[in-house]
T-cell receptor, first 113, second 113 residues
Framework: DQQVKQNSPSLSVQEGRISILNCDYT??????FLWYKKYPAEGPTFLIS?????DKNEDGRFTVFLNKSAKHLSLHIVPSQPGDSAVYFC????????????FGKGTLLTVNP | DGGITQSPKYLFRKEGQNVTLSCEQN?????MYWYRQDPGQGLRLIYY???????QKGDIAEGYSVSREKKESFPLTVTSAQKNPTAFYLC????????????FGEGSRLTVL
């Protein structure tokens, strides 16, 4: 049972335009959400996170939106750059002593010059 | 520099052999994690440990074993009981008690011949 879903395996965007990556979750106990970026043969690097008490968090070109009623979050990258080309993973967790991240399957973003 | 070191980066194993992947961190993090990545599968949790001398099974623990004798070390043994061991293995850590991101190592690629 996949609790975190990224339904788009890939996304292609022109440089300078907006990239929107989507993520859905099924576990209503999740209260903290993260986005990671990953290049081939490397470990994921943290991008941005959001707590369930917020509906938006922004960090430079990256903004994450959370819609709790729809159990949906999205990552917006504006403007997109060729260096943003990577696999993006959505992750979710429930706070507390048993802290662990559940990841989606990832979306491969390609930003074309 | 502080970080997480995984070794070896590449490992080849014959069927029926056990292998141990090393993970060392000097971030003074309490919690450590092992994930496995397969193409199109995202990251799946194998084992995690919140404190020394304690660890819990993740979603795909069968065929794996771990130990946590020291705070900075969390080795993963892939046993011969693991049916499909060829994968990219990622170790991560975080400070316990804070909602926040996991920091990942560079990964180890295991190939079973």
């Amino acid at each position: 049972d996949q609790q975190v879903k990224q339904n788009s395996p890939s996304l292609s965007v022109q440089e300078g335009r907006i990239s929107i990556l989507n993520c859905d979750y099924t576990n209503s106990m999740f209260d903290y959400f993260l986005w990671y970026k990953k290049y081939p043969a490397e470990g994921p690097t943290f991008l941005i996170s959001i707590s369930s008490i917020k509906d938006k968090n922004e960090d430079g070109r990256f903004t994450v939106f959370l819609n709790k009623s729809a159990k949906h979050l999205s990552l917006h990258i504006v403007p997109s750059q060729p260096g943003d080309s990577a696999v993006y993973f959505c992750a979710a967790t429930r706070g507390g002593s048993n802290y662990k991240l559940t990841f989606g399957k990832g979306t491969l973003l390609t930003v074309n010059p | 520099d502080g970080g997480i070191t995984q070794s070896p980066k590449y490992l080849f194993r014959k069927e029926g052999q056990n292998v141990t992947l090393s993970c060392e961190q000097n971030l003074n993090h309490d919690a450590m994690y092992w994930y496995r990545q397969d193409p199109g599968q995202g990251l799946r949790l194998i084992y995690y440990s919140q404190i020394v001398n304690d660890f819990q099974k993740g979603d795909i623990a069968e065929g794996y074993s771990v130990s946590r004798e020291k705070k900075e070390s969390f080795p993963l043994t892939v046993t011969s009981a693991q049916k499909n061991p060829t994968a990219f293995y990622l170790c991560a850590s975080r400070l316990r008690g804070l909602a926040g991101e996991l920091f990942f190592g560079e990964g180890s690629r295991l190939t079973v011949l």
